[in-house]
Each structure stands twice: as C-alpha cells, then as structure tokens.
C-alpha cells in the first residue's frame, strides 16, 4: 500500500463486520478491513454476499460497515446515503444511454451528472450516449454503467465482476479510479475473477472463509 | 317495427362448425390453444344459458346489481390471474383489488354523473362490460409482469439498489409493459367507427334511437372502458410488483 493511501485512511473506521444468515443460503460470518477483494469459485455466494450488504436479499442477523449499522428497515437511506451497487449485468429501462441518464438525474439523491460526463469521458464512452442500449456491446454496456455507478456520491462501492468485459485501457482507468476513490476516503468490496495481482493494495479474501453453507443444499453439493 | 332473427340449432351447429376450424388451424399452426378454443365454445353456451335465468332474476331487483358485480369479481379476478405460475395467490389478490377498484371507480362515476339511471337493468349491462375489460387487461398485464419477473428482474434489482424509491423504480420499468398490455383497448378506442362497429350503437340505431344519443351512449362505455383498463392494469402492476419486491429486497 502506498503511503499516501495509508494515511488517508487512519483514523476511519474502514471495517465490515457481519453475522447474518441468508434463508435459502446459508450464513455469512466475519470481520473484514476494506477495501476488499473477494475471490471464489462460481456458485459459491459472492455475488449473493454484495446483494445482502446492498439489502437486495433478504437476511436476518447483523451487519455494520465503516461504523454505520445496515438495519433492514432504514434500506433505501442506507442505499442513498452509503451504498452504490454494480450488478454483473446491467438491463437498462429506456432506449438509450440519453433516456436512461435523463431519469436517474431526475429521481436519484446523489447523482452528478458533470461527474458522470466526466467518467465517461474518461472510460472513452462519450459518443454513445445517443445511441440505444440495444446497439451497444456488452464491454460499452459495461463502462457506461460503470460510470453510472461512480457518479453517485456513496461511501460503499460494490462491484461485481466490474471487469468482465472490459478492454485493457479501460482496466487500468478502472484500476486508477479505484485508488481515488480509496484516496478519497471512499471503501469497496469488489468481486473478480482477476488474478490477485492485478490489485495491490486490497485485502484478498475468499469466499469459503466467510461463508458457513447450510446443511441439505445444492450449493454445499456443489462446493463439495 | 324491429325484425327479430331467428337462428336455429342446425345454423348454432354449422357457426361451432366455424369455431372447429379455427381449432383446426389452431392444431395445425401447432398453437397449442386448440382445446382451450374448443372447451371455450361448449362452456360459452353453457354459461350464456345460464346467465340468460341469471339476468332475468337480476333486472327484477336492484339488489341483484351487488349480487352480480360480488360474484363477477371473483371470477374475474380468478381468472385474470390463472398466466401466474410463480405467485398465483399475489395475482389473485391483485387482481381483485385492481379489478374491484376499476369497479368502484365506475359506479361511482355513474352515481355522481347520473348518466345512466341507477336501476339494475342498465347498470348491470354497463358494469359487465367495465368488469371484462378490466379482466382482459388485467390476464395481459398479467402475463407480461410475470414474465418481466422471470426474465428481466435484474433490471429492477439495479434501480432499486441506486436508492431510487420503490414506486419510481416500479413505474420505471412496469410502464413499457402496460403501454404493450394497453394496445388492443387504446386502438378500439383510436379505430371506432371506422373498423370496429360497436354493438351497442349499432343496436341502438337500428332499433330507431336518435343517432346523437346513441354515438353519445357509445362513447360513454368506450371512455368507461377505457379507464378501467387502464385503473385496474396500473393498480394489478403496481400491487404485484410491491409484493414481491417486499418478499425479496429492503427497501
């Protein structure tokens, strides 16, 4: 880690702390530093872990993260004050890129727009804004909403597989942003498939360490 | 003085004729719809029969109107909601409510406009025609919010995880979906007149009304049938869609 990364982050609580069960899946236990790199096999729960710290699934237990406790009936100003969440995939609603930015201006708290200009203009995808989702590869689909994700103003990123699809040039734009983020007091938990190498100052921790399937499921079928 | 037809039981014979070979075609084309088509047949002769004694018990008391409208509900709301195979029990209940709302909506709306008289016999008519087409609506919507669960939920899952509140994220992505389940009610709507020659009109006129009044009868039910469709299909989407985000996401 850099020196000037670490001493952005003395001083800030940067923990993720968790102990809650997930019905259909099994518990998830731990206490992690952030930022983060959660690896594993297919199937395994990391993309289930991100839904439960975004309160996408529904789960029953106890979970902090940088010192706020995530309490299931205050979600939605968890998720507008804390969390930004990048599926593997993104559907998007409208026709183009142009519609779609248009609505979340219009109803999201915390949306920039000149800073969503500004990712996109930095991950190269400027001049498809007009152009409909439909026409767009699923490395374009990738960065725009990428950028859509960076320009809410949130303390927690939740990335999964933030790369599939990605060019080198915009992996390496993407490996910067994460610093500044990290610079900017901001902390993430990203999921990846890529080699451990490829981030060098994330905590790498895998999947099994924090995750106690439940007995009598495929997933511990499969795991086995 | 109006001529009455007289269709016997061999012409009902040669027009269920009519009806097998559009099974046929059905069968053929592999559809897969044709017994539905030919059970369809057999129990709307059934069921006409029956509501024929039905009606003439109804018309002679208001009370009949109630009788009527509770029972239609539920089978309307039973029916609209037999596309769910996921969470058949959430369209039911949305469906009863959206459908019974639309119904509410329209009674109150003749109530207060008094343009027809509150009496059985021209309230039922009116009623039965808001009660299907709202039902119709309804079987599409649900069709098609159903299959948006299953296939394109993600979609959803993002706009929620930004923040945005539940019931923005809904109308974001459930509204393409009413526009599609909306076209057969908004098109006879565009096209009256001009391709679809509206029974009610039509019979009016020819049983020697004014032709004002009748154009003015008819739009009332198109209008009338309009915004049930639209009521009972926005409500059902919105119902459905709160359910089951409530049963998977906080929000």
């Not at chain 1, 734009?173 to 994330?202: C, N, Q």
């Not at chain 2, 919507?141 to 509140?165: C, D």
């Not at chain 2, 459930?174 to 389940?181: F, G, H, T, V």
């Amino acid at each position: 880690m850099s020196e000037s990364t670490q001493s952005t982050i003395q001083g800030v609580n940067s923990e993720l702390e968790f102990d809650f069960e997930v019905d259909y899946f099994g518990s998830f236990k731990g206490r992690l530093e952030l930022p983060l790199l959660l690896k594993g096999d297919s199937g395994t729960g990391k993309s289930t872990f991100l839904k439960c710290l975004a309160g996408l699934v529904k789960w029953k237990g106890d979970l902090s993260c940088c010192g706020v406790s995530f309490r299931s009936n205050f979600y939605r100003r968890i998720r507008q004050r804390y969390i930004a969440y990048l599926p593997q995939e993104v559907l998007f609603a409208a026709e183009t890129v142009r519609d779609d930015v248009k609505w979340f201006k219009k109803v999201l708290v915390g949306f920039d727009g000149k800073k969503f200009e500004q990712f996109m203009e930095r991950f190269k995808t400027l001049e498809l804004v007009d152009k409909k989702w439909s026409e767009l590869s699923g490395g374009e689909k990738k960065r725009i909403s990428l950028c859509l994700m960076l320009s809410l103003d949130r303390k927690i990123y939740l990335f999964d597989e933030p790369l599939t699809g990605l060019d080198e040039k915009a992996i390496d734009e993407f490996k910067k942003i994460r610093k500044e983020l990290f610079e900017a007091g901001k902390f993430y938990v990203l999921v990846s498939h890529i080699a451990d190498r490829e981030f060098d100052f994330e905590k790498v921790v895998r999947i099994d360490e924090i995750i106690f399937p439940k007995a009598n499921t495929t997933k511990i079928e499969q795991s086995c | 003085m109006t001529e009455v037809v007289s269709i016997s039981s061999i012409d009902l014979l040669f027009s269920w004729l009519f009806i097998g070979f559009a099974a046929a075609v059905a069968w053929w084309f592999s559809i897969g719809n044709e017994i539905d088509i030919l059970v369809a047949s057999v129990r709307a002769l059934i069921q006409l029969m029956l509501m024929g004694y039905v009606l003439k018990w109804l018309f002679s008391g208001f009370y009949g109107v109630y009788v009527y409208v509770a029972v239609a509900l539920a089978i309307a709301a039973h029916n609209a909601s037999r596309y769910d195979d996921q969470r058949r029990l959430y369209s039911v209940i949305g469906c009863g409510v959206a459908i019974t709302f639309s119904v509410v909506a329209v009674l109150l709306f003749l109530r207060f406009t008094g343009i027809v008289p509150w009496k059985s016999r021209y309230l039922i008519p009116l009623l039965s025609m808001a009660l299907s087409s709202a039902m119709y609506v309804s079987a599409q919507t649900v069709k098609r919010v159903v299959e948006f669960f299953k296939t394109s939920y993600s979609q959803l899952e993002w706009i929620m995880s930004t923040g945005v509140g539940v019931i923005d994220a809904i109308k974001r992505v459930i509204s393409p979906l009413l526009k599609i389940a909306l076209i057969n009610r908004v098109e006879s709507l565009r096209m009256v007149g001009l391709i679809h020659l509206p029974g009610g009109m039509t019979g009016m006129i020819l049983m020697g009304a004014k032709l004002w009044t009748a154009v003015k009868m008819q739009l009332v039910i198109m209008y009338i049938l309009t915004t049930t469709a639209l009521i009972s299909a926005v409500i059902y989407a919105v119902f459905y869609s709160y359910l089951i985000l409530r049963e998977r996401m906080y929000f």
